[in-house]
């Protein structure tokens, strides 16, 4: 079974290297939390107290748009989830985060990596390594959206998120993407 260590250097091997010290320390606020596959982990209205470092399984950010649900992000093995407006003034979100498969996540507590940010100085790279991830897969994401065609963005999320392909449900791909599950099937028959 995985403990709280063990992410913390995978955590740290993705991000940012650690000492010692700093994994112990790190590891300490690690919270494990198991969800169910459908099961809200963050709802809308809620606050985002945590980033969530995804250990196993497949999770899905959306939003409510004129009575509809638009995905905003879908993460799964070593991703972070993270809602930043909500987490950064910590008010409440308009996003939700849901469980697409069984998952096991450990929450990283703001207040917590806060605080060790100020008294180690390797771990407070690691979190803005966080963000900067956070930050840089928005703006892709943006210019994606703005710049690319439908096929363009289906080659990118094949390319560089295959897991996403496989494991997701195509109305969800499609809602990714932004298009209509149509335009997917017809885009998906044209890489085929």
Not at 9 to 34: G, H, M, T, W
Not at 62 to 90: A, P, R, V, W
Request: proline share 4%.
């Amino acid at each position: 079974m995985t403990n709280s260590l063990d992410i913390a250097r995978r955590i740290a091997q993705l991000y940012y290297p650690l000492s010692n010290e700093s994994l112990a320390a790190f590891a300490d606020i690690l919270v494990c939390r198991k969800y169910k596959k459908g099961v809200r982990i963050l709802d809308e209205g809620e606050v985002c107290k945590s980033m969530l470092f995804i250990e196993k399984g497949m999770t899905r950010q959306f939003y409510f748009k004129y009575g509809k649900d638009m995905t905003e992000h879908i993460g799964y093995e070593n991703g972070i989830i993270i809602c930043l407006e909500s987490y950064f003034m910590q008010e409440p979100t308009n996003l939700v985060v849901e469980a697409l498969e069984p998952v096991v996540v450990w929450e990283i507590p703001k207040a917590g990596i806060d605080y060790l940010s100020e008294s180690y100085k390797d771990i407070g790279i690691l979190y803005r390594k966080f963000m900067e991830v956070s930050l840089i897969i928005s703006q892709q994401k943006a210019d994606t959206l703005r710049f690319e065609s439908a096929q363009e963005r289906y080659a990118k999320l094949l390319k560089q998120h295959p897991e996403i392909l496989k494991r997701a449900p195509l109305l969800y791909i499609a809602s990714l993407l932004q298009m209509s599950p149509e335009t997917l099937s017809r885009v998906r028959s044209i890489k085929a």
